[in-house]
Every structure is written in structure tokens, then in C-alpha cells.
């Protein structure tokens, strides 16, 4: 079981695609460790496009949590 997420450098909007069996929490944090962005990707959801407009140029970490528990953790890029 998979998670990618596409483009990476993104701009504005990210594709989550992923062949877990739940739904996913996507929280994105910024290299401080703070916490800037969260997204639920419902059950059944294989592939979400995700509106990341608001973020600001620069590298995150996304951690992807499903039934409490981290599944991944992913880095990503925003250009601006």
C-alpha cells in the first residue's frame, strides 16, 4: 500500500492517490515543525486533488494519519 503525491514541486494544487483500505488525514507541517494545513481524504476516495493556494512557497512535511496512526510521512514542495 501505496501514497504519492503528484506534482512535487507542486504550485497550487496537489494529487493524493492511494491504495489504502480508509480514509486518510493529510496534515502538512512547515520544517518547524508547525502545523499549516489539513485535508480528509473520505473512504472510498482513491485520488483527491487538493487546493494548496494558501501555502507559501517552500518545503513541508506531510504526514498522511489513518485510524490514529502515521502511515506515512512525505516531503513536499511548494514553488511560488
Same mark, same amino acid.
Given at each position: 500500500?501505496? @501514497? #504519492?503525491? !503528484?506534482?512535487?514541486?507542486? &504550485?497550487? &494544487?496537489l494529487?493524493?492517490?492511494?491504495? /489504502?483500505? +480508509? #480514509? !486518510?488525514?493529510?496534515?502538512?507541517y512547515d520544517?518547524?515543525?508547525?502545523?499549516?494545513?489539513?485535508?480528509? @481524504?473520505? !473512504? +472510498?476516495?482513491?485520488?483527491?486533488?487538493?487546493? @494548496? #493556494?494558501? !501555502?507559501?512557497?517552500?518545503?513541508?512535511?506531510? /504526514?498522511? @494519519?489513518?485510524?490514529? /496512526?502515521?502511515?506515512?510521512?512525505? /516531503?513536499?514542495?511548494?514553488s &511560488?
Open positions: 500500500t501505496s @501514497i #504519492s503525491m !503528484l506534482p512535487n514541486p507542486a &504550485r497550487d &494544487r494529487t493524493v492517490r492511494h491504495s /489504502k483500505d +480508509g #480514509s !486518510l488525514i493529510m496534515n502538512i520544517l518547524s515543525g508547525r502545523f499549516v494545513y489539513q485535508q480528509t @481524504i473520505p !473512504l +472510498g476516495k482513491m485520488e483527491m486533488n487538493i487546493d @494548496i #493556494s494558501s !501555502l507559501n512557497g517552500g518545503h513541508y512535511f506531510v /504526514k498522511f @494519519i489513518m485510524n490514529g /496512526k502515521t502511515v506515512s510521512i512525505n /516531503k513536499l514542495s511548494v &511560488r
